[in-house]
């Protein structure tokens, strides 16, 4: 099978590999039909690691991924060979304290597609992976839908730190992917005003059409002053989705005794500093999300409902034999990128 792996830091290779073969009764092979570019993956492709956890070249990155099922263990009841489905690329033991306890997210022995140390990821024609971790897409839904269903999820589980019927005025810090997927997600929950900010105007009209109440662009405005104009007693909560040291600020700045800062963008650095005597005035909350957890059915159910302009967050298309070009624009933010998709079959 052909499998496009990172060699080094801005460069790709592609590898021609055995495929990968079933040996648990509950494993599914998996022939990978679309697979999204995360900002994740654009840390392990510029830096090589994210944290501690350091790729060693050559690896295959990727995770979030649709596909069809090509061959299932002799014990798998879930999915079917010629199924389509989605994909949670985190894999728990079902054994820890954390999942005894339903944090299946933070596992002791969690394994993530495409995560040095871990597993392989998914740039690659097939994969394996447990049948617990396949979600049968609906006929309804298409491959770039399944891809989306990873970091709708992702929004959807940040969401629920939320308390609707209080918290009704919230900001998102980062209109990327993820930003707006946590925008869909309120707006469905009834959160009464958003504001939301980011540094790429395009993504500030596509905020502006999935239903943003206000927009600002930190770069050309004082988002502090701007939005203390229109809520002078701050905000219920605030959404940090994209990584930035200054978003993180200007969260605690935003919010109102009290609030909520829910931090789900990955920053560059390892180390993040507050002013506590800001956090300890307000009485702030910080909540660290880790991915998602248990909220893969409700992203699928979330896309039946056809919330969600599919081809506003979807602005790009690539061959798999022109992924590498593909990860130079995400990372350049060029072409008003949001989410740019890789096909390694032809399907919808």
Not at 71 to 93: M, N, R
Not at 130 to 157: A, D, H, M, Q, R
Not at 217 to 240: H, Q, R, T, Y
Request: with cysteine; charged share 30%; hydrophobic share 40%.
């Amino acid at each position: 099978m052909k499998s496009l792996v990172l060699a080094g830091i801005r460069k790709f290779e592609f590898l021609e590999k055995s495929p990968p073969e079933i040996k648990g009764e509950k494993d599914v092979l998996v022939r990978v039909a679309k697979v999204g570019i995360c900002g994740s993956d654009i840390h392990y492709y510029t830096r090589g690691r994210i944290g501690d956890q350091v790729i060693e070249f050559p690896f295959t990155i990727g995770h979030e991924c649709s596909g069809i099922v090509e061959k299932v263990g002799k014990s798998v009841t879930k999915v079917s060979p010629g199924d389509w489905v989605a994909i949670d690329p985190a894999i728990s033991c079902g054994k820890c304290d954390q999942c005894r306890d339903g944090r299946y997210n933070t596992c002791r022995n969690l394994k993530f597609l495409g995560c040095p140390g871990e597993l392989e990821g998914c740039l690659s024609e097939f994969i394996v992976i447990p049948e617990e971790n396949c979600y049968k897409l609906p006929f309804t839904l298409n491959f770039i839908e399944g891809v989306l269903v990873e970091p709708l999820s992702i929004g959807i589980y940040a969401t629920q730190f939320l308390n609707p019927k209080k918290e009704k005025i919230i900001g998102i810090l980062g209109s990327g992917p993820i930003g707006l997927c946590v925008l869909l997600r309120a707006k469905e929950i009834g959160i009464e005003r958003i504001f939301m900010t980011d540094k790429i105007d395009e993504r500030l009209f596509v905020a502006r059409n999935l239903g943003a109440d206000w927009t600002g662009n930190p770069d050309e405005i004082d988002i502090i002053e701007e939005v203390g104009k229109i809520e002078s007693g701050g905000l219920d909560a605030v959404f940090e989705c994209c990584g930035e040291i200054e978003a993180i600020k200007e969260g605690v700045e935003l919010l109102k005794p009290g609030g909520k800062l829910i931090i789900i963008g990955i920053p560059e650095v390892e180390i993040i500093s507050f002013d506590i005597n800001k956090l300890r005035r307000k009485e702030l909350t910080i909540f660290n999300v880790r991915r998602q957890n248990n909220c893969v059915e409700k992203a699928i159910n979330f896309l039946l409902r056809k919330r969600i302009n599919i081809d506003l967050i979807v602005t790009h298309n690539f061959k798999f034999e022109d992924a590498p070009m593909a990860f130079e624009i995400v990372e350049k933010y060029q072409n008003g990128v949001i989410k740019a998709i890789i096909s390694l079959l032809d399907f919808k």
